[in-house]
């Protein structure tokens, strides 16, 4: 079984500041891991993923996750927040490299990005 | 590619009344997965096809859920009778499993309330 816990159902920032997203895992094989991203009335949006080799994985619009299997995480940073930037955020973990099996989402994060 | 198309966009309905939401994948893709989002449960996976045919059907939450594939491309997700409680964002995502790069790619959703 697997399971994805996201800290925090809401992150504030401010514009320009280092943006931090936590995810945590739960997999009894080898997970795959990936971040999508969600606009208001929008679906969903793959932000990077995590399938196998270099644990730092650098994805679209600046954002990138680093993959640490000692801690069960696969946190997403930015270094500089933007106004656009403000959106639901899911992890997911998916035993296959996620086209050929169904994806476990956490409950989401909301970002809110502060002028 | 147009992406995934989902059909319709919202739906408004009355208790007991049938629901059928429709779902074109990308063409040329051979997974087609359906996904239902609430703010109680979050994004569950409910079922998924492979090459037309139900991989795994056990998120479909009763009996009062069915899915179909007819085709590589057409999809339909069936409520009959329908429950308030049936209420939520319904998403459908296909994706090609070459390997382990392949992606989910999710359509703009379907918005449900059951009244």
């Known amino acids: 079984a697997q399971s994805v816990t996201q800290l925090g159902s809401h992150v504030s920032v401010s514009e320009g500041a280092l943006v931090l997203l936590r995810c945590n895992y739960s997999s009894s094989v080898p997970p795959y891991l990936f971040w999508y991203v969600q606009y208001p009335n929008q679906g969903l949006q793959l932000l990077l993923k995590y399938t196998t080799g270099a644990t730092l994985v650098k994805g679209i619009n600046g954002f990138e996750a680093e993959f640490k299997k000692s801690e069960t995480s696969f946190h997403l940073t930015k270094p500089s927040a933007h106004m656009s930037d403000a959106a639901e955020y899911f992890c997911a973990v998916s035993p296959s490299g996620g086209g050929a099996d169904g994806l476990t989402f956490g409950k989401g994060t909301h970002l809110i990005i502060q002028p | 590619d147009a992406g995934v198309i989902q059909s319709p966009r919202h739906e408004v309905t009355e208790m007991g009344q049938e629901v059928t939401l429709r779902c074109k994948p990308i063409s040329g893709h051979d997974y087609l997965f359906w996904y239902r989002q609430t703010m109680m449960r979050g994004l569950e996976l409910l079922i998924y096809f492979n090459n037309n045919v139900p991989i795994d059907d056990s998120g479909m939450p009763e009996d009062r859920f069915s899915a179909k594939m007819p085709n590589a491309s057409f999809s339909t997700l069936k409520i009959q009778p329908s429950e308030p409680r049936d209420s939520a964002v319904y998403f459908c995502?296909?994706?090609?499993?070459?390997?382990?790069?392949?992606?989910?790619?999710f359509g703009p959703g379907t918005r449900l309330l059951v009244l």
């Open positions: 995502a296909s994706s090609f499993s070459a390997g382990l790069q392949e992606t989910q790619y």
